[in-house]
């Protein structure tokens, strides 16, 4: 599994652009990761991105903990809020890019500015699992799609970028030191996980912690690409942009949960009553998009019999699983695939390319990337999110998805639609 790495600047003091890289994934981790005034900002931290989501992988951060630096890479997740990556005495923790064996692992211990969290004064916000030896406050998430993590919480000092970049601030947040890993989280090339979603049990996120050393705005952007892309943080929404009409409100206490009420194929309502897609999440932590059943159907129905060439079953390829979906296709022909559009309370609509919602599995395969959830409710995923600077305005509680050319964005040849 190869890792692409691109080098970014980082800024002096106000806004960073750290590198953000795509680690490939297990295919057999198909179905994404889960199921489911002016202040003085931190310099756009812009983390690059990089990788291919036709491969099914992840985005990753590299983020550095303790003194000395240590650096981690780490999944970019907007549907959790803890960050956590292995410890020196994990028993049962996969080999992962800094962290293979217990010598490159955390330790707090060669750490001069780490601090074990104790049960009984966990941090605003957080809360201990259970008390484990010594009094350390422990934790345990599992995820949907069948992985769990667990170990202690540590505070220490952190930023991000790669360890020979000089911190432009020393923050210092608490994060989780893994002592089990199983499912993806033990096979993963990533070294952990970094959640960006609203402040939950294991909340605050290293996000939270970087804007109020900072004073920087409530605001991060995701801009993807088929294999590169960006990640800002700590802007300010210009104000030519705050009466944009791509905003859509977002709700909940923990998920970006967004008001969907309808998909369109064509032009064509897929016809599932509105309340099916009740707690609709946009997360960059799932790969593709997943639907409740009534809209699910209809959207595999129309891919396997609407097809530019004429009979769709003419071109079919064999895809990982039994409900994949594939053709035989030139990336033209993918082109020519019908457009949707998700509509959203308020008359927000947000269209989607075949690009979006597709995904080349092999070279000149491409398939359905949009799957069955279930059960009611939807998740927009990294694979949608393509294409757009994806805006988290989380002081206005509102998401955007503003169109741009991510890789030049990447590159550095296009700025980010935020201020800073």
């Known amino acids: 599994m190869g890792v692409i790495l691109i080098s970014a600047p980082v800024l002096e003091l106000n806004t960073t652009v750290t590198p953000l890289r795509f680690l490939h994934a297990d295919p057999s981790g198909l179905r994404g990761r889960r199921q489911a005034a002016h202040k003085r900002r ?48 994990c028993p049962h923790c996969g080999e992962h890019k800094h962290s293979s064996v217990p010598g490159a692992r955390f ?17 605003p916000g957080m809360h201990c699992r259970s008390c484990g030896s010594g009094g350390t406050c422990e934790y345990g998430v599992s995820y949907t799609e069948g992985s769990s993590i667990r170990g202690r919480l540590v505070e220490d000092s952190f930023w991000f970028g790669q360890a020979e970049t000089p911190s432009p601030r020393n923050v210092r947040a608490t994060f989780g030191c893994q002592t089990y890993e199983s499912g993806l989280f033990y096979s993963q090339v990533a070294d952990g996980i970094s959640g960006f979603s609203q402040a939950d049990t294991y909340g605050p996120t290293l996000f939270d912690y970087m804007r109020l050393a900072t004073d920087a705005p409530d605001v991060f952007s995701m801009c993807l690409d088929e294999t590169h ?26 998920s970006y949960t967004v008001p969907l009420t309808d998909l369109k194929i064509d032009g064509r309502s897929v016809g599932a009553p509105a309340s099916r897609y009740f707690s609709t999440i946009v997360d960059s932590g799932t790969t593709f998009m997943y639907l409740p059943p009534d809209a699910y159907r209809p959207v595999r129905d129309h891919f396997r019999s609407e097809c530019p060439w004429g009979t769709c079953t003419a071109r079919v390829a064999k895809g990982e699983y039994p409900d994949d979906y594939c053709y035989t296709m030139s990336a033209q022909e993918l082109d020519q695939m019908s457009p949707m559009t998700l509509h959203f309370e308020g008359g927000v609509t947000l269209d989607f390319g075949p690009r979006q919602y597709a995904y080349e599995l092999r070279q000149g395969i491409w398939c359905l990337g949009v799957f069955d959830n279930e059960h009611n409710g939807a998740v927009i995923g990294a694979a949608n ?22 890789a030049e964005m990447h590159a550095n040849r296009r700025s980010s639609i935020l201020s800073g």
């Open 42 to 89: 931190l310099n756009p931290a812009g983390l690059e991105l990089e990788g291919n989501l036709n491969t099914l992988g992840y985005f990753s951060a590299e983020v550095c903990v303790g003194t000395p630096a240590r650096s981690f890479d780490l999944i970019v997740d907007t549907g959790s809020a803890l960050t956590a990556f292995p410890c020196s005495d």
């Open 107 to 123: 330790d707090p211990a060669h750490s001069t500015s780490a601090r074990t969290v104790d049960c009984s004064q966990p941090p």
């Open 229 to 254: 892309g960006a990640l800002v943080l700590g802007a300010s929404v210009p104000a030519a942009l705050h009466a944009s009409a791509l905003w859509i409100p977002y709700t909940g206490g923990g």
């Open 385 to 406: 999110m393509r294409h757009h600077e994806v805006v988290f305005d989380r002081g206005s509680r509102r998401v955007g998805f503003f169109p741009s050319d991510c």
